[in-house]
T-cell receptor, first 114, second 114 residues
Framework: DAGITQSPRHKVTETGTPVTLRCHQT?????MYWYRQDPGHGLRLIHY???????DKGEVSDGYSVSRSKTEDFLLTLESATSSQTSVYFC?????????????FGEGSWLTVV | AQTVTQSQPEMSVQEAETVTLSCTYD???????LFWYKQPPSRQMILVIR??????QNATENRFSVNFQKAAKSFSLKISDSQLGDAAMYFC???????????FGGGTRLMVKP
C-alpha cells in the first residue's frame, strides 16, 4: 500500500471543460508523479514534483498542468479536456527510503471525455 | 532516449508450471534500476520485483525471479509454480538511478490455465 488516495476515481466530462484530479498522501513523501495509461503504451509520465512548488514536465505533458502547494497534495489539471485525454491516470510516489528509487502507484482515476 | 520492449503481447501457462516473460531495454547509462510490475484486472500497479544494475546477482522474490543479462540488456521474469492469481498484465520498467522517469514496456498479458 503506497498510502496514496486519488480522487475522483471515476469521472465523465465533456470536451472543453476543465478537470482536476487530486492525489493525496499522508507520509510526507517528497517525490510525486502523474502517469497516464493507454492501450499499447504502458504508463507514461505526465508531470512530476520534487517538493512544494517544484514541478517538472514528463514525456506527455502537453495539455496538462500541475500544482503542489503543500506536500500532501499533487493536483493534475486538464485546462480544456479533449477526447484524446480519455485515459486511466495514476498518481505515484517514491518513498524517501525506497530501495532502488522504487515508484509505488495509487489505484488510478478513470477519466472519460465525451 | 531509453526504450523498453516486451516482445510477447500474450503468454499462457498451465497452473503449477513455470513461465518466462521477456524484456529488453536500450540505454547508454551504466547505473539504473529495472522493475517488473503486475497489473491485475483491478488495474492496480503492483511491484513484483526490482533489480539494481550494479548487482550481478539476480533478484528473487518467492516464486518470482529474474534473469538479468546486463551486456545483452535483457531482463526476463520467471514465474515458478504459476497460480491462477498470477493472471494479469506484466510490465517491465526502467529507471536511471539519477532520474525521475520510469519508462515502461508495452506489457505482456499472462493467462493461467487451470
Amino acid at each position: 500500500d503506497a498510502g496514496i488516495t486519488q480522487s475522483p476515481r471515476h469521472k465523465v466530462t465533456e470536451t472543453g471543460t476543465p478537470v482536476t484530479l487530486r492525489c493525496h498522501q499522508t507520509e510526507n513523501h517528497r517525490y510525486m508523479y502523474w502517469y497516464r495509461q493507454d492501450p499499447g503504451h504502458g504508463l507514461r509520465l505526465i508531470h512530476y514534483s520534487y517538493g512544494v512548488k517544484d514541478t517538472d514536465k514528463g514525456e506527455v505533458s502537453d495539455g496538462y498542468s500541475v500544482s503542489r502547494s503543500k506536500t500532501e497534495d499533487f493536483l493534475l489539471t486538464l485546462e480544456s479536456a479533449t477526447s484524446s485525454q480519455t485515459s486511466v491516470y495514476f498518481c505515484a510516489i517514491t518513498p524517501a527510503r525506497a530501495s532502488g528509487n522504487t515508484i509505488y502507484f495509487g489505484e488510478g482515476s478513470w477519466l472519460t471525455v465525451v | 532516449a531509453q526504450t523498453v520492449t516486451q516482445s510477447q503481447p500474450e503468454m499462457s501457462v498451465q497452473e503449477a508450471e513455470t513461465v518466462t516473460l521477456s524484456c529488453t531495454y536500450d540505454t547508454s547509462e551504466s547505473d539504473y534500476y529495472l522493475f517488473w510490475y503486475k497489473q491485475p484486472p483491478s488495474r492496480q500497479m503492483i511491484l513484483v520485483i526490482r533489480q539494481e544494475a550494479y548487482k550481478q546477482q539476480n533478484a528473487t522474490e518467492n516464486r518470482f525471479s529474474v534473469n538479468f543479462q546486463k551486456a545483452a540488456k535483457s531482463f526476463s521474469l520467471k514465474i515458478s509454480d504459476s497460480q491462477l492469481g498470477d493472471a494479469a498484465m506484466y510490465f517491465c520498467a526502467y529507471r536511471v538511478s539519477a532520474g525521475n522517469m520510469l519508462t515502461f514496456g508495452g506489457g505482456t498479458r499472462l493467462m493461467v490455465k487451470p
